[in-house]
């Protein structure tokens, strides 16, 4: 019964998508006159609910971004670059990077000079993409108009929809924003209480009390103090915060996670910290610092308290700055313009609460563990993961740069080295700077060095293709591989590995990671289905479309599905989004934009797929036999398994 429910559930949702044209975005036009020879063009993109258009900034490997084209002439010049708004930036979990988008709506402006009086036209165009929660639209051409100098200079172009349809689903990436933030809050408090466990910090603590316990006369007054003490290292801490965010300000903060060479020098930054943190130098600040510091602590009252707590981010900075540094840089490559002040809070937060607390009752301290060893490991354990972390950020300025020096394998075989060598310190078979001699290790050690080693050993099938799903938010993605089909080839029950495949036809390839023979040809694809005897199964899909991965990742990789693709029927896969060009001899004139021609591989499988079967949505899946009649109704996004199934079982009889 529930297979059933679950049938007869996608023959309706295939009821409600077949056929659909969605057009959820119209643009609209204006000119601003800023002075005698200058203008705005404003570009308005309103967009409907649930679905989100991407920005002009995405990286590399990612969705389509929207990008505005204007001719050229001898009326005006272009200034600058076409601006746009702050939108919404989110971690893409199939893309696995920072992915800024616009909800609802988008105003986008170009400054121009004009070259003369007269009133004229400029002409351009836009190219956008648009997803929902189901499904991701073709990259789509739109002309924009501007009258210069004209009354009434506003225009409005909407695309042209005969079968306007309604469409409701939630986004593909939901508005995050203050899930972002509580991230950082949380990764940034954690840091502040390694930074407590450091060599620098923790001796720090006993000092400091024993100084309000002489200061201050009543018990009450030591507490006062001990919260203003506390209060004044947050004000320290998350002024710098603030001031990160506004140097940088919003548009800074949003293009450094895609920006190369803010990657390459975050990259050299972390690597500078970890080797800080593994004993080579310590980075200090001057010491004259720290004297003037605390002759203004020496006032007393609350500037003096104040000062206090700034000689302790001085004193402190060796073991704190690497961690506030790499806070900031990780918090600041959100593209969040409050992210640094946020990290600066959970940071500062965790050293004050203990500070504070300990102040205020001082008996607390005889539970406090002596100092030791044990504080500089937890240092070199810091400097271990701030060199692990410093990679992804190189591994970021690979893949916008496409160069493919770390790939996912050499990615990975780096951080089972770094890992795998942080077990052995645990261990205690190598000894670091500043590291005290010791005839044995102490049983958090041993476990923390056993979590090492079982994260490295987890770690090594990736070299194979495993996922790994625990990290899969820092080595780049499986098809950014040394092989030329990917990574994750391997044999599953009665799936195919890749060995299997005795010769591969021409127009075909292997698909990574499934191993599945798919054709990006149509006509050479119809063509292996008639010679092999077997239906057909068009995929319309899109390198830059989130929930064709899903499909790919969650439903394609099951057994019982991969089975079928690879030995039941013959997969053709038309990417809408396919920026080639065509062949000069295979341009063709637009059906649906007349007057247009068809520029790319991606445009004539998109016009194809709109025209034959009256829908312009990705993913989308079509069964048919060697006639290219339909043996089932199409289907789109379709997570569910065993309805997925169903529909490839049920199309396959009817072939039979």
Not at 22 to 29: A, I, L, Q
Not at 247 to 266: D, E, K
Not at 379 to 390: I, T, Y
């Amino acid at each position: 019964m529930k297979k059933l429910f679950l049938f007869i559930s996608a023959i309706l949702l295939t009821a409600i998508s077949y056929s659909q044209i969605h057009e959820p975005v119209k643009w609209s036009t204006d000119v601003e006159k800023v002075s005698d020879t200058e203008y705005n063009l404003l570009i308005k993109a309103t967009i409907e609910d649930k679905w989100h258009l991407y920005s002009q900034h995405v990286p590399e490997d990612g969705p389509i971004p929207t990008n505005f084209t204007f001719e050229k002439n001898d009326d005006f010049d272009l200034i600058g670059e076409t601006s746009e708004e702050e939108g919404h930036t989110v971690d893409d979990p199939v893309f696995n990077m920072k992915i800024k988008y616009f909800e609802n709506k988008a105003i986008f402006k170009q400054r121009i000079k004009v070259l003369k009086e007269d009133s004229f036209k400029i002409k351009g165009e836009v190219e956008f993409m648009v997803c929902d929660d189901a499904q991701c639209l073709p990259p789509t051409f739109v002309d924009l108009e501007f009258p210069i100098g004209e009354k009434g200079a506003a225009s409005v172009i909407s695309i042209i929809n005969e079968n306007k349809t309604e469409v409701t689903a939630t986004p593909v990436n939901d508005k995050k924003p203050d899930k972002g933030l509580l991230s950082i809050f949380i990764i940034a408090f954690l840091s502040g209480f390694a930074a407590l466990l450091t060599p620098c910090v923790f001796p720090m603590i006993p000092m400091t009390v024993s100084f309000f316990t002489k200061q201050s006369k009543t018990k009450a007054a030591g507490i006062k103090n001990a919260i203003i003490y506390g209060l004044s290292i947050v004000v320290i801490y998350v002024g710098l915060g603030i001031l990160i965010s506004l140097i940088f300000g919003p548009n800074a903060l949003n293009a450094l996670s895609t920006n190369v060479w803010f990657n390459i020098i975050f990259f050299l930054l972390l690597v500078i910290f970890a080797i800080s943190f593994l004993g080579a130098f310590e980075i200090v600040l001057p010491s004259s610092w720290g004297t003037k510091v605390d002759k203004q602590a020496d006032r007393g009252g609350l500037i003096g308290i104040f000062f206090m707590a700034l000689a302790l981010a001085i004193v402190s900075f060796s073991c704190t700055g690497p961690i506030v540094g790499t806070i900031l840089v990780e918090a600041a490559a959100g593209g969040n313009q409050i992210g640094p002040i946020v990290g600066m809070l959970g940071f500062s937060l965790a050293i004050a609460i203990p500070f504070a607390l300990f102040a205020a009752f001082p008996g607390w301290l005889n539970s406090l563990p002596k100092s030791g060893g044990w504080l500089n490991t937890v240092k070199v354990v810091l400097g271990f993961l701030e060199l692990a972390l410093a990679f992804k950020f190189l591994s970021n300025a690979d893949l916008v740069l496409q160069l493919h020096w770390l790939e996912r394998e050499v990615f990975i075989a780096i951080w089972i080295a770094i890992f795998g060598t942080l077990a052995f310190y645990l261990f205690g078979k190598i000894q670091l700077p500043h590291d005290s001699p010791n005839g044995h290790i102490s049983v958090g050690r041993l476990c923390l060095g056993l979590i090492s080693l079982t994260f490295t050993i987890y770690m090594i099938p990736g070299l194979w293709g495993a996922p790994l799903n625990l990290i899969s938010a820092f080595p780049p993605a499986q098809h950014y591989s040394e092989s030329p089909y990917g990574v994750g080839f391997a044999k599953s029950g009665n799936v195919l590995s890749v060995k299997e495949h005795s010769e591969i036809p021409e127009g075909a390839h292997i698909m990574a990671p499934h191993n599945i023979l798919a054709f990006n040809d149509y006509d050479k694809g119809l063509a292996y289905a008639k010679k092999v005897n077997k239906p057909v199964l068009i995929d319309f899909t899109g390198h830059a479309c989130v929930n064709c991965r899903k499909m790919e990742q969650n439903v394609w990789a099951k057994d019982k599905v991969l089975n079928v693709l690879k030995n039941e029927v013959v997969l053709i896969s038309l990417y809408v989004d396919d920026k080639r060009k065509l062949p000069d001899d295979e341009e063709i004139d637009s059906k649906l934009r007349p007057g247009k021609k068809l520029r790319y591989i991606g445009q004539k499988w998109s016009e194809f797929q709109t025209i034959k079967y009256g829908a312009n949505a990705q993913p989308f899946y079509v069964l048919m036999d060697h006639n290219e009649e339909n043996l089932i109704n199409p289907v789109a996004y379709t997570p569910d398994v065993d309805a997925y199934y169903n529909w490839l079982k049920q199309g396959i009889d009817n072939f039979k």
